[in-house]
Nanobody
Framework: QLQLAESGGGLVQAGGSLRLSCAAS????????MGWFRQAPGKEREFVAG????????LYADSVKGRFTISRDNAKNTVYLQMNSLKPEDTAVYYC???????????????WGQGTQVTVSS
């Protein structure tokens, strides 16, 4: 069973940066496409970014393009989300997820982490 654990969330001012990490255990991360989602209070969970198992393909939500970067280090069994130019509307619980392909991870990931809170103050 693949287990995922996010870290790196916190409180940051608007315009600041944070880097989230998602560490995998139980199985080799390199066998999975990975994604980041977020859920703000009172809103549905939404896709933020995805990356193929090799790292050669990435996808981003329009709202984060040019500001967020997803990357992975399969040797460290870790996926990252670098978030720059943060806005108050980026405030949410951020989750990492895994699936067999990047298209599946965007729509119906099989594995989820517990989430990490990101709060952006204005």
């Amino acid at each position: 069973q693949l287990q995922l654990a996010e870290s790196g969330g916190g409180l940051v001012q608007a315009g600041g940066s944070l880097r989230l990490s998602c560490a995998a255990s139980g199985r080799t991360l390199g066998n999975y496409a990975m994604g980041w989602f977020r859920q703000a209070p009172g809103k549905e969970r939404e896709f933020v970014a995805g990356i193929s198992w090799s790292g050669s393909t990435t996808l981003y939500a329009d709202s984060v393009k040019g500001r967020f970067t997803i990357s992975r280090d399969n040797a460290k069994n870790t996926v990252y989300l670098q978030m720059n130019s943060l806005k108050p509307e980026d405030t949410a619980v951020y989750y990492c997820a895994a699936a067999t392909s990047i298209w599946v991870v965007k729509s119906a990931p099989r594995y989820w982490g517990q989430g990490t809170q990101v709060t952006v103050s204005s």
